[in-house]
């Protein structure tokens, strides 16, 4: 199907999704996208010439992308977390940059997820175990509406790598309100799960 035509499908479900008598607009209004919307110009190709693309609260962010320090750094994380899982003998899969649907607006392509879906499609947040952003330029990001998010979704724990300062902001407790446990860890030290058993990885590997 033609992107046109898929893009007017979006805007189609959009407007449907919403009451029947819809108030008479004499100013201009933000249009904010569902996931389905997303999905359908995700399938549209709409984002193919994008390394990652991520909704959150209705609105669509892009990069082209990762250079080589914060690409390294995940990939080393990702493979010695991968490691410890199968050590402890864990039904847990971790993937890198997989879609995780954490409302109706809201998408995100956390750089590891740790879940137990087996499932096609993005991965429900209730099926998440552990959510971890590499962060250079994003930490702000990371640290403000993605933890946000990513609490009020559920998500039990949530590391944050601060690559420019060599820490692990390490979160757990989460509730509609943000998450009410915080350890600051430097890369230095063994970096441990709060909520897996067993899960614990020497922070050194982030930096190589």
């Not at 959150?56 to 250079?67: E, P, T």
């Not at 914060?70 to 940059?97: C, P, Q, W, Y």
């Not at 997989?98 to 096609?120: C, F, K, Q, T, Y």
Request: net charge negative.
């Amino acid at each position: 199907m033609a992107r046109r035509a898929l893009f007017k499908m979006a805007l189609l479900r959009y407007f449907s999704g919403m009451n029947a008598a819809a108030p008479i607009l004499t100013t201009p209004r933000k249009l904010g996208l569902r996931v389905e919307d997303f999905l359908l110009l995700n399938d549209s190709g709409a984002f193919d010439d994008y390394g990652k693309t991520e909704l959150i609260d209705g609105d669509i962010y892009v990069m082209n992308a990762q250079f080589s320090k914060h690409a390294g750094a995940k990939s080393r994380l990702a493979f010695a977390l991968t490691m410890r899982l199968r050590e402890i003998g864990s039904d847990l899969v971790l993937m890198t940059e997989v879609a995780v649907r954490l409302n109706g607006d809201s998408m995100p392509e956390p750089d590891i997820v740790i879940h137990r879906w087996r499932g096609d499609g993005p991965v429900p947040a209730d099926w998440v175990a552990l959510v971890v952003e590499v962060a250079d330029t994003t930490l702000d990001r990371d640290l403000g509406r993605k933890s946000d998010l990513y609490a009020a979704a559920g998500i039990p724990e949530y590391w944050v790598i601060d690559l420019t300062e060599g820490r692990a902001l390490m979160h757990e407790f989460p509730d509609a309100d943000g998450y009410h446990g915080q350890l600051d860890i430097l890369l230095t030290e063994r970096l441990n799960s709060a909520t897996i058993a067993g899960l614990e990885v020497e922070g050194a590997v982030v930096t190589g």
